[in-house]
């Protein structure tokens, strides 16, 4: 409770006009009560782990589990029981945050990872008696919370965020035949965006099959740079970088392609040995 982020988080709740649960930076699925985050992990991240947080306190608290830290906020709006939370600790890559509680649960994904969000909450119960029964006709209090992250492996391989190849002064690093202005469609095939390298690294992403190709697409750019590099250390080639990407978009299904780019923003973060 003494950290400095929790409490300008604080004072963003105190001075806010109304909280509310819009604006959520997850994308909210249900799933069972009974999952962990093992079951969630569509990607296959071999060191993702979990903080729970059960029972979730009311008011803000800073929790954690030596190596995850995290300041949770939950409390009652004029919307229901809503949950805010901030990232406190470096390092871990935070993918996913289920919440649990009366009989039902909801997960929210992170690709690429965040360091905090809020809003987040249960569905509000659909049946007339449940709402007479409770003293706020909204969301219910969550029982629990799982922060499902993953910490950096020592795997011997290398890669380069796109963060890195997009900047500028980075464009001197970029592998012969690929440039700034090179074609998405000539790398990953007619499903791909009729759009340059260098925007392709600046996508936002979004919803729907359209938000899943740019998601995609950012990524595999920075994948196929670094695989291409001679000074990465890459740990999957280039063949199979386009080969996997021109699949997973010609799949046309968005959780193919959000799993795909959750793998290659791993490889991507594995460490850069370039300037």
Known sequence: MASSTLASCLLGLLFSTAASATGTVGIPTPVDVDL?????????????????????????TLQGDGVLAVSTISFESTNGWLLYWIQESTGQSIHHVSLSGAGSAVLYSYDPPVTHDEGLHLPAPQTALFQTMTTTPGYPQAANARFCYSTPQETGFEGCTLGYWKVRQHHDSWPAPYYPGSNLQVAFGADAFNDSFLNALNYKGGPGIAGAKRILLKQAVAALLGATSPDVDYPITTATVTSQVAAALASNDREIMLSLSTTLDAYNNQGCPLN
Do not use: H, M, R, Y
Not at 36 to 60: H, M, Q, R, Y
């Open 36 to 60: 962990s985050c093992k079951d969630f992990d569509t990607a296959g991240i071999l060191n993702e782990v979990e903080l729970l947080v059960s029972p979730l306190p009311e008011g803000p």
